[in-house]
C-alpha cells in the first residue's frame, strides 16, 4: 500500500471511493467542488493498484488565524477495518506538520479519532460554526500547545455550507 498525494488521474477513482464509502453523494460532491477553490487542498490516496482510500484537508480559520479541516476521509467498503484509513490519518498529519500546519480541526467520530490525537474544542472555548454535537468537534496539535490563546468559532469554507445532503 503506497500513500501519495492525489494526481490529476486520481479525480474518478476518489469520487468513486466517496461515493461508495458514504450513504449519500454530499462527500464525494464536496470535494469536487473544493477541488482547484482552496488553498491548501491537501489530498492524500492510498494506492494498491487503484484509490482504496482518500483523505482531504482544507483550511479553516478561526478569528485572525487559518488552520486544517480533516474531511472527508474515505476508505473503500470492502478495505475497511484493515488499517488504511488510520495509515491515511497518519500520514496525511504529518504530511500537514511538514506544510507548516500545526492545528487540524475534524468532525468526526468521537471513538475514532482520538486515537490519533484529537481532542475535544470545548475544553478550549473552541466550537464549530454547523450546529454539531460537542463530542464530534475535535481538534489535534501537531505542535505542543498550537491551540494555546485560541478561542472562538471555526469557520470552514463556503463550499462547505453548500452541503445538502442529497
Avoid: W
Avoid at 15 to 21: Q, W, Y
Avoid at 61 to 76: K, N, W
Avoid at 108 to 130: D, S, V
Wanted: hydrophobic content about 50%; some cysteine.
Amino acid at each position: 500500500m503506497r500513500l501519495r498525494r492525489e494526481e490529476a488521474a486520481d479525480v474518478a477513482a476518489i469520487r468513486a471511493v466517496n461515493l461508495a464509502a458514504f450513504p449519500k453523494p454530499a462527500e464525494a460532491d464536496l470535494v469536487d467542488r473544493l477541488r482547484g477553490h482552496v488553498d491548501p487542498f491537501i489530498s492524500l490516496v492510498a494506492d494498491d493498484g487503484g484509490v482504496a482510500g482518500h483523505i482531504l484537508f482544507t483550511p479553516v480559520h478561526i478569528g485572525a488565524r487559518t488552520a486544517l479541516a480533516l474531511g472527508p476521509m474515505a476508505v473503500l467498503p470492502a478495505r475497511q477495518r484493515h488499517g488504511i484509513g488510520g495509515k491515511l490519518i497518519r500520514a496525511a498529519l504529518d504530511a500537514c506538520l511538514a506544510a507548516g500546519h500545526d492545528l487540524v480541526f475534524v468532525l468526526g467520530h468521537p471513538e475514532y479519532y482520538p486515537r490519533f490525537g484529537f481532542k475535544p474544542t470545548r475544553p478550549f472555548g473552541i466550537r464549530c460554526e454547523f450546529e454539531v454535537p460537542a463530542d464530534v468537534f475535535m481538534l489535534a496539535e501537531l505542535r505542543a500547545g498550537a491551540a494555546a490563546g485560541i478561542s472562538g468559532i471555526v469557520r470552514y469554507h463556503d463550499l462547505f455550507k453548500a452541503v445538502d445532503g442529497s
